[in-house]
């Protein structure tokens, strides 16, 4: 017997559990492994090499992002750095401005896009990806780490309530939630940040930084700082631009599994600002963060 309400059942069996302690944890810490493996995984370190990482260091950032299910590294990559090459251009498959209609150009940069036949692999795009065994092993089982960010939760709240009730709870509010979550607010930079926002460099496309954003796409909101400086590890570039994606990479950093930090100088930043705009955030670069430890092992 189904009864419909607020709380579905079937046969006695609730199908949307309620958002309790366990499951609103595992939703809140899926989230923050989802997002990061994307922002700092398959976005500043595999698709612009703002850093170099060890293997271990890069593998769990393969498989954070992975979960966040958004496809392999090779087609993401390809697919984003195409979006900075023909930026707001016919050619970029997830820009608002492929509309005249702002509005329809909003939701399709948002989400259209994804069900579109724009997205390509292009291999030349990602040539030093497709020679890396990392991007090749994560590449290769892509179906599964999406399902695995749903069955890991599901697993962590059956061993803690030790039922099945409390396993499906997890699955759906630390698995998919979390997920369409992380999805909601990565497309939220195609679409509100290709819009809306302050432009403080003339990067010759629509990109801006939302500052609001921050906190839910850990930095990735000074879209326009990005744009503009693509390599760099840190986006939040400006005084008072709260970056967590830039927070995590200098804790890896302190720990010796990450190195090689690319940042733009203070005087590349300021010959490139427009009059008035905020000055940029001090930086100060250990050593440790550049060189690379002694007993680091990388593959590629
Ligand atoms: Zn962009
Ligand atoms: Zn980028």
Known sequence: MVVFGPSLRIFGFQLIPELDFVNGMLCMVFYEIKAYGITVGYHRYFTHKSFEADDGTAICLGIAGGMGAQGGIKRWAGNHRRHHWKSDTDEDISSPWYSDNIVFGLCFSHLGWVWTERQIDDPNLVRDLAKNPI???LDKYAWFWPILGFILPA????????????AWGGFLWGGVMSTAAEHQFTFTINSICHVFGSRPFDTGDMSGNVPILSGTTKGENYHNNHHEFEESACHGLLEDQYDPSWELIKKLADHGHVWNIRIPSREKILKRLKPGSPPPKVIVIKPEWIRKPKNAKKAA
């Open 155 to 166: 697993i962590i709240a059956g061993l803690i309530t030790w039922s099945f009730k409390g």
């Open 135 to 137: 991007v090749k092993f």
